[in-house]
């Protein structure tokens, strides 16, 4: 837009300019007097031409108003707001766009830490950090179904509470060890025939993993019921798929990664995982009393070279691991200083010792925040 100095007349109104004297103002005959041939504007004449200056000083860049001469009248110019790039824009309305990208939100540090963690190491790590009752502070490959290993029992674990919630089985009923009971392991402490009660079956299944526990405490109860009751607390990639005496089940959330892997047992995820303890913690698995048990039952687990292994002397953790070749699992809540945090952190595909060691180093992070 041409600014004020370079503002042309209309072709129709083009006539000779009068001559100017040295104040710029036309020459006058005598004092008061005007040139000849020199007529002073209408009225009207002036008002139109106070508007054209108002809107002509809005255009180039007047601020705050600017008031116009007495003698063009009292109306004032327009305000505007000036722009960071120096270029006024009319008051509510957006700035225009200068090319500059909008800050991006910090980076979480304890996301970075973990990420810093986990990265570019060999296998998948499939891992969810999360506070009760809250939307994970990190997840990571956290709803992909994988093998469960040990985790599997505790669903077995979850059944038998619900059943005798329900009074359909004991704790004190004694179970015999049949000999299919003893294919995954030798059966440290137990012996092919021998009668054991539900309830200490269940504290060695828990507590030392023991398989033969597992075994007779699966035939017992079957998986269905199980699986129905993993699926009613909306773990819906956690199933039971292979029993004691039979074939693995095909059905369920079983099918989904038997496509994947022929030699699955059982299968859960880490959202799931995350999702039974932050259930636990707030008392909503079976009962309130069951689930304070079961996390009391959870805290007596012996195998402390993952979550625990760093801690601080007195620092505690509910948890259940979980072993196969070239899985390393654990999860559970840290009983950290500044509140419990629930982790479930589960490994494929990797080299076990190195996992055991990232899996520590995980629980230290996540205690000393």
Request: net charge negative.
């Amino acid at each position: 837009m041409a600014d004020a100095a370079s503002a042309q007349p209309h072709p129709s109104q083009a006539t000779p300019a009068p001559a100017r004297g040295a104040a710029g103002a036309p020459p006058r005959t005598a004092i008061g007097h005007e040139p000849p041939g020199w007529t002073r504007p209408h009225a009207s004449a002036r008002l139109l031409l106070a508007a054209g200056l108002s809107a002509l000083l809005a255009a180039c860049g007047a601020q705050g108003g600017t008031p116009l001469p007495p003698e063009l009248g009292t109306a004032t110019a327009p305000a505007v707001d000036a722009t960071a790039a120096g270029r006024p824009t009319p008051t509510g309305l957006p700035a225009p766009d200068t090319g500059t990208a909008a800050p991006t939100a910090p980076v979480d540090p304890l996301a970075r830490r973990l990420d810093e963690l986990l990265a570019g190491r060999p296998g998948r790590y499939h891992v969810v950090v999360a506070r009760p009752g809250e939307v994970p502070l990190y997840s990571r490959g956290a709803a992909e179904p994988v093998e469960a290993a040990s985790l599997y029992k505790l669903a077995i674990m979850v059944e038998l509470y619900r059943r005798r919630e329900a009074g359909t089985l004991a704790f004190a009923e004694e179970l015999v060890l049949d000999p299919a009971f003893f294919l995954e392991d030798a059966g440290e402490g137990f012996a092919v025939g021998e009668r054991a009660p539900v309830g200490d079956l269940l504290a060695r299944m828990i507590a030392d993993s023991s398989n033969v526990a597992a075994a007779a405490l699966l035939d017992r109860v079957g998986n269905g019921a199980g699986n129905a009751a993993m699926a009613e607390l909306g773990l819906a990639s956690t199933a039971v798929c292979c029993l004691p005496r039979g074939a693995a089940d095909p059905s369920g959330a079983c099918a989904a990664v038997a496509t994947q892997d022929a030699g699955v047992y059982n299968v859960t995820s880490a959202a799931d995982m995350a999702r039974l303890f932050d259930l636990l913690l707030a008392g909503g698995v079976v009962s309130a009393d069951a689930s304070a048990a079961m996390l009391a039952l959870l805290a007596r687990q012996t195998i402390d070279d993952r979550l625990p292994a760093r801690l601080p002397a007195g620092g505690a953790v509910a948890h259940k691991t979980g072993n196969l070749p070239g899985l390393v699992h654990d999860v559970g809540v840290i009983y950290a200083p500044d509140g419990p945090v629930i982790v479930a952190a589960l490994a494929t595909g990797v080299d076990e010792t190195a996992a055991v060691e990232v899996l520590a180093r995980l629980g230290a992070l996540l205690y000393l925040g």
